[in-house]
Nanobody, 124 residues
Framework: QVQLVESGGGLVQAGGSLRLSCTAS????????MGWFRQAPGKEREFVAR????????YYADSVKGRFTISRDNAKNTVYLQMNSLKPEDTAVYYC?????????????????WGQGTQVTVSS
């Protein structure tokens, strides 16, 4: 069992930056691939970024590529999402998730554990 707690959301103006953090309980954090997803009002939850167990490989949705950076610190059981050049369309609740599957995925149903989410609001 893994419990995930996100933090770092808030209100920011367009063009600004935020860094989200997600801290996991338990001693098996490094055995999970980690992902960030987001869900805007009235829309389905969508993939944002994922990072391999070691942190050596990352993958991003086209909509955030070049603006967002995912990283992890296994010693701190924490995964981060640095968000730069934020746009109003980035406004959503952001969730981190843990994936134990063999093949990396961008699909929500492949992820085993989810945090409660943190709100990010970007004003124009």
């Amino acid at each position: 069992q893994v419990q995930l707690v996100e933090s770092g959301g808030g209100l920011v103006q367009a063009g600004g930056s935020l860094r989200l953090s997600c801290t996991a309980s338990g001693r098996t954090f490094s055995s999970y691939r980690m992902g960030w997803f987001r869900q805007a009002p009235g829309k389905e939850r969508e993939f944002v970024a994922r990072i391999s167990r070691s942190g050596g490989n990352t993958y991003y949705a086209d909509s955030v590529k070049g603006r967002f950076t995912i990283s992890r610190d296994n010693a701190k059981n924490t995964v981060y999402l640095q968000m730069n050049s934020l746009k109003p369309e980035d406004t959503a609740v952001y969730y981190c998730a843990a994936d134990s599957s063999i093949v990396p995925s961008t699909r929500t149903y492949e992820y085993d554990y989810w945090g409660q989410g943190t709100q990010v609001t970007v004003s124009s």
